[in-house]
């Protein structure tokens, strides 16, 4: 069992940034893919960041390629999502997720292969 806590979001006006963090607990983070995706009310949720157990490997969706940046700190059990450049488009609740995988390059980048997720932090980019 794996537990997630998101912290970071709140509200922004559009050009601004924040970064949210997820610290992990109950199994060992080195060996979990983590991500972040985000969902808005009536749409699916997204994978919009996802990184491999060693931090080598990332992936990003289009949308927010170039302005997101998701890192880790397998020391800290946590993982962040760096967010620059927010646009309005961006308001949605944010969750981290995570699923335990057995090579360390693998990137998880659809929902329904997480196992774990967080409760989600609200993120609001104002225009």
């Known amino acids: 069992q794996v537990q997630l806590v998101e912290s970071g979001g709140g509200w922004v006006q559009a050009g601004g940034s924040l970064r949210l963090s997820c610290a992990a607990a109950?199994?060992?983070?080195?060996?979990?893919?983590m991500g972040w995706s985000r969902q808005v009310p009536g749409k699916e949720r997204e994978v919009v960041a996802a990184?491999?157990?060693?931090?080598?490997?990332?992936d990003y969706a289009d949308s927010i390629k170039g302005r997101f940046t998701i890192s880790r700190d397998n020391a800290k059990n946590t993982v962040y999502l760096q967010m620059n450049s927010l646009k309005p488009e961006d308001t949605a609740i944010y969750y981290c997720?995570?699923?335990?995988?057995?090579?360390?390059?693998?990137?998880?980048?659809?929902?329904?292969?997480?196992?774990?997720w967080g409760q989600g932090t609200q993120v609001t980019v104002s225009s």
């Open positions: 109950g199994r060992i983070f080195s060996q979990l893919a």
């Open positions: 990184i491999s157990w060693s931090g080598g490997n990332t």
């Open positions: 997720a995570a699923v335990a995988v057995p090579i360390y390059t693998i990137v998880v980048v659809k929902t329904s292969q997480y196992d774990y």
